[in-house]
């Protein structure tokens, strides 16, 4: 039977086992080649949506996250991507930290997927 305590859902690719760093580059490899701009974000409490404040329908609390510097306009390659991962996990060693993937033409965000989680 699977256990729901402890294992809650992040984001597209949550449901598979924590990524590589080799295949984190592949997804970063597959945003760059999509036309997407790199971006950040890393969130210090809860890493998930949930409800706190309202209790009305469609409202959640942790959609918005802090983004860690700019948007990475002009990167062509993951490992700067990456390199970046590494110093927003080194600044806040507890933090969950997401790759997206932000499409600067239609103005959306294209692809959003947790790089790193705390440890519990």
């Given at each position: 039977?699977?256990?729901?305590?402890?294992l809650k859902k992040f984001e597209t690719?949550s449901y598979l086992p924590p990524l590589?760093?080799?295949?984190?580059?592949?997804?970063?490899?597959?945003?760059?080649?999509?036309?997407?701009?790199?971006?950040?974000?890393?969130?210090?409490?809860?890493?998930?949506?949930?409800?706190?404040?309202?209790?009305?329908?469609?409202?959640?609390?942790?959609?918005?996250?802090?983004?860690?510097?700019?948007?990475?306009?002009?990167?062509?390659?993951?490992?700067?991507?990456?390199?970046?991962?590494?110093?927003?996990?080194?600044?806040?060693?507890?933090?969950?930290?997401?790759?997206i993937g932000f499409d600067n033409v239609?103005?959306?965000?294209?692809?959003?997927?947790?790089?790193?989680?705390?440890?519990?």
């Amino acid at each position: 039977v699977w256990p729901p305590l402890g294992l809650k859902k992040f984001e597209t690719l949550s449901y598979l086992p924590p990524l590589t760093q080799e295949e984190l580059a592949k997804e970063v490899d597959y945003l760059l080649r999509s036309g997407w701009v790199p971006c950040l974000e890393f969130e210090l409490e809860h890493g998930f949506v949930y409800r706190e404040h309202h209790k009305s329908p469609g409202y959640y609390d942790g959609r918005y996250w802090t983004m860690w510097k700019l948007p990475m306009f002009g990167c062509t390659d993951s490992v700067q991507v990456l390199k970046e991962v590494q110093e927003c996990s080194k600044e806040y060693p507890q933090a969950y930290i997401r790759i997206i993937g932000f499409d600067n033409v239609r103005q959306v965000q294209c692809i959003s997927f947790i790089a790193h989680q705390p440890e519990v």
